[in-house]
């Protein structure tokens, strides 16, 4: 069974900065592509970032690029997001997110990925 746990969020004024971490139980975690994708209130989940198994290239929305870097650690089972310079815009669940295929072609679409954590909420003040 797989779980993904995130953690790092919280509340931050504008312009400020949050790392959110996401713990990844199994053995198989260096094979997955994985990504993070958000969901504000009344607004469907979106795409923010993803990174290959190999940690190679990195893909990322054009809201958050110049802004947010992931990362992963394979020897710890962690894929990392920090974001920088958060806007009020930013405010959402944020969702961690684990693709078994690697597919390339559906790198940023939320129904390629096949395991999800249960979020953590970033809120950003103006």
């Known amino acids: 069974q797989v779980q993904l746990v995130e953690s790092g969020g919280g509340l931050v004024q504008a312009g400020g900065s949050l790392r959110l971490a996401c713990v990844v139980s199994g053995r198989t975690f260096s094979t997955y592509r994985m990504g993070w994708f958000r969901q504000a209130p009344g607004k469907e989940r979106e795409f923010v970032a993803t990174i290959p198994w190999s940690g190679g290239t990195t893909y990322y929305a054009d809201s958050v690029k110049g802004r947010f870097t992931i990362s992963r650690d394979n020897a710890k089972n962690t894929v990392y997001l920090q974001m920088n310079s958060l806007k009020p815009e930013d405010t959402a669940l944020y969702y961690c997110?684990?693709?078994?295929?690697?597919?390339?072609?559906?790198?940023?679409?939320?129904?390629?990925?096949?395991?999800w954590g249960q979020g953590t909420q970033v809120t950003v003040s103006s």
């Open positions: 997110a684990a693709d078994k295929e690697n597919l390339y072609s559906t790198r940023d679409s939320s129904a390629a990925y096949d395991y």
